[in-house]
């Protein structure tokens, strides 16, 4: 392998990284503060990439405008998915959390095909098939604006978790709600705004990789399985854990698609999830046992 | 200030208060004494809202609270610091101190509570930037209390705050207490250190079984036969 083919492949790595990094922090942030392991995780990228993909195709706005509109379009569901589905099972054993959000998957896929067919749809404007040209290292402008936007959302989500009052309330809650109850967070409220959050975030991913990806009702299947691996590699419930997994296996996946074959992605996140769980089961950047301290 | 009436509370099937009635004057330090199972910490947790309440009442400067939500009887000035602390681990002593004013009612006031707190305990001052989870036992019990005191409350519930400490910091916990209420703040203090206790407080309940079974002036209670030899062994 060349210099410049390791360049070229790092590079799209790590592009492709950051918005499986953003599609995980949903998923990590949920978990961390409510312990819901959501199986619909991939649906929600599902919808944001069709919300995206109609406000290009019908209402002929830039897909990178549409954004403002899939973000708290997404907010929006969370919220509604939240109080109608998630509350409800929040202190139920797992089993009940798995059904829930394991049926409510299936009821998005099969709402998808109902209202979209199962046809492969894809957006085919000049900015999506755009070219960077820096010297002999080509990349393509969607990757790169997916990617410069996903770090911008994950800067921004740091900034906010950190700094601000209801950054550390969502902080606080993870680590003990019923401490975090007492020192007067309304810990439901910050659950919902906590899933909300979470599903705007996935949306926002999904929004972002639509000029790169089609869309499918099932296309969240493809993206759900990254998620979890990025997820456990990082540290269940870690942000900053998420942020790093993501970048890893976008670069694993785009070495070994080159070296071996794309078609064995799946094997290779299995093998790195088995890896992991082997060497290191709290993850990178997961402390062992933290994800037990909110009894 | 704080009422109890009938209290009544349990977990699952089992049921630890019966029939608990007592009253926290206004800048009054009120103590509750009693064995371990007594019922004490689901006393407390009862009157913080971590627990729902199975019958009798909780009034609280003569408003009802006991099917408000925990946050909200925070909002009224009712805090607590919880058995075993309960800090939050992962964050530094001073987001633990922020967090602890997170009230709204606390946060127009929040950096001369900081400021206070740092006076009262200079120690927590300058662990602020650690991580609370990398403190001892003792420092973590002043963080616990100075995040107590950032929420600015009217009357303060401390759930057994010298359990587990060392000696030094049992006698410095007391004298916070009575530094604390100096300041004109409320307090309940649940103890195990029935002794040190009585002689500190203005009135006190021994609980057993979940239940009232003596009540009194702190000195009167000392002086009191029956209860040196149950729980004194004097």
């Known amino acids: ?26 998923l990590t942030l949920i978990f961390g503060v409510m312990r819901i392991v959501n199986f619909a995780h991939g649906e929600f990228l599902m919808v944001g990439m069709y919300l995206s993909y109609y406000l290009v195709t019908a209402a002929h706005m830039n897909p990178y405008l549409a954004l403002i509109v899939v973000a708290p379009g997404l907010y929006l569901f969370g919220l509604l998915v939240e109080m109608t589905v998630i509350k409800p099972t929040v202190g139920q054993s797992d089993v009940v959390q798995v059904f829930a959000t394991v049926g409510l998957s299936i009821v998005l896929q099969a709402a998808a095909l109902m209202a979209f067919s199962a046809n492969v749809m894809g957006l085919n404007l000049p900015i999506t098939n755009a070219l960077l040209h820096l010297g002999w290292l080509t990349i393509g402008v969607p990757q790169v604006l997916a990617f410069v936007a996903a770090m911008l959302v994950a800067a921004a989500l740091f900034a906010f978790l950190g700094r601000t009052d209801v950054g550390r309330a969502i902080r606080a809650t993870a680590q003990d709600r019923s401490a975090a109850a007492l020192m007067g967070i309304d810990v439901p409220a910050i659950y919902r705004l906590t899933f909300a959050l979470g599903t705007a975030m996935t949306g926002l991913a999904g929004a972002l990789l639509m000029p790169i990806y089609s869309v499918s009702p099932d296309v969240g299947t493809q993206f759900v399985l990254v998620a979890f691996v990025v997820v456990v590699l990082g540290g269940m419930g870690s942000v900053s854990g998420a942020l790093v997994g993501g970048l890893l296996i976008g670069i694993v996946e785009t070495f070994s698609g080159f070296v071996i074959d794309p078609q064995w992605k799946a094997a290779i996140y299995f093998i790195i999830f088995l890896i992991v769980l082997v060497v290191r089961p709290a993850g990178l950047f997961g402390i062992r046992g933290s994800e037990e301290t909110a009894s | 200030m704080l009422e109890v009436r009938g209290l009544a509370a349990g977990y699952g099937e089992n049921a630890v208060l019966f029939d608990v009635s007592f009253d926290v004057p206004e800048g009054s330090l009120t103590v509750i004494v009693g064995a371990n199972a007594a019922g004490k910490t689901t006393t407390c947790r ?16 003569g408003e009802q609270i006991e099917r408000e939500p925990s946050n909200r009887r925070v909002e009224r000035g009712l805090v607590q610091i919880p058995e075993g602390r309960r800090l939050f681990p992962f964050m530094t002593v001073e987001e633990n101190l922020l967090l602890g004013s997170y009230a709204h009612r606390a946060r127009a006031a929040r950096q001369e509570a900081l400021d206070e707190v740092f006076t009262l305990l200079p120690r927590v001052a300058e662990r602020r930037r650690q991580l609370a989870g990398s403190l001892s036992g003792g420092e973590q019990s002043m963080v616990a209390i100075g995040r107590g005191l950032m929420a600015r409350p009217r009357l303060l519930v401390m759930d057994e705050p010298t359990l587990g400490l060392a000696p030094i910091f049992v006698e410095r916990t007391f004298e916070i207490v009575a530094e604390i209420r100096k300041h004109g703040v409320t307090v309940l203090l649940v103890e195990q250190n029935v002794k040190r206790a009585l002689s500190l407080c ?9 239940q009232v079974v003596m009540q009194g002036a702190g000195e009167q209670l000392l002086g009191d036969e029956g209860l040196r030899r149950a729980y004194l062994g004097m």
């Not at chain 1, 210099?3 to 790092?10: A, C, G, I, R």
């Not at chain 2, 009862?46 to 400067?61: C, H, Q, Y």
Request: glycine letters at 18%; zero cysteines.
């Open chain 2, 202 to 210: 203005d009135r006190a309940y021994v609980l057993e079984h979940g």
């Open chain 1, 1 to 26: 392998m060349t210099f410049q083919l390791f360049v070229q492949l790092l590079a799209a790595g790590v592009l492709l990284g950051g918005v499986y990094a953003l599609i995980s922090i949903g």
């Open chain 2, 46 to 61: 009862a009157i913080s809202g971590e627990i729902e309440t199975r019958g009798g009442t909780i009034r609280f400067g």
